[in-house]
Nanobody, 114 residues
């Protein structure tokens, strides 16, 4: 079955960096567009970044220039490098495989202190 497992979250100070990883299994990973979402308490879920099967990446305006999404098809993993973190980046981050049905991991908490 499809599984997505995120890791790499934690507590950092503003200005620091984190690298999130998402390990995928149960589907032909290289053929799929992958997404990173985040959700902060009391806020709507936000699409942070996505990367197509052809490695075309797009970003939310709020993270452009600070976050970079990448993938390793051989390892079936997608990554989110987050630099210059801000307190407003605090959220649970999820990787997601869009489609019907869509699949999402359990999430990893990122907390950025000021």
């Amino acid at each position: 079955q499809v599984q997505l497992v995120e890791s790499g979250g934690g507590l950092v100070h503003a200005g620091e960096s984190l690298r999130l990883s998402c390990a995928a299994s149960g589907f032909p990973f290289s053929a799929y567009h992958m997404e990173w979402y985040r959700q902060a308490p009391g806020k709507e879920r936000e699409l942070v970044a996505d990367i197509s099967a052809e490695w075309v990446a797009t970003y939310a305006d709020s993270v452009k220039g600070r976050f970079t999404v990448s993938r390793d098809n051989a390892k079936k993993m997608v990554f989110l490098q987050m630099n210059s973190l801000k307190p407003e980046d605090t959220a649970v981050y999820y990787c997601q495989r869009p489609g019907w049905p869509e699949y999402r991991g359990q999430g990893t908490q990122v907390t950025v202190s000021s």
